[in-house]
């Protein structure tokens, strides 16, 4: 059974940095790849960035590229996505599961960017 739980959002002021953590467990990362999507009040999931399985490979959505960072911890079993330089579009639920995504979410955390 697939179990993913994020955690490390929060409120934080235009041009600040968050970093995003998602526990995953009963889907190795060395065989998935898995990423970061998002929700913004009223809009559709979205995908933000995606990891290969192998790490080699990387996707960010273009509106990220240059201030988000993913990146992930086979051993730990963690993902990771490193916010910089955060704007208040960013402002939104993020999730993390596969990509491309299938039925397992976590419950998501919150990163609330002020202007």
């Known amino acids: 059974q697939v179990h993913l739980v994020e955690s490390g959002g929060g409120l934080v002021q235009s041009g600040g940095s968050l970093r995003l953590s998602c526990a995953v467990s009963g889907l190795p990362l060395d065989y998935y790849s898995v990423g970061w999507f998002r929700q913004a009040p009223g809009g559709e999931r979205e995908a933000v960035s995606c990891i290969s399985f192998s790490g080699s490979s990387t996707y960010y959505h273009a509106s990220v590229k240059g201030r988000f960072t993913i990146s992930k911890d086979d051993v730990k079993s963690t993902v990771y996505l490193q916010m910089d330089s955060l704007k208040f579009e960013d402002t939104a639920v993020y999730y993390c599961?596969?990509?491309?995504?299938?039925?397992?979410w976590g419950q998501g955390t919150q990163v609330t960017v002020s202007s």
């Open positions: 599961g596969t990509c491309p995504p299938g039925e397992d």
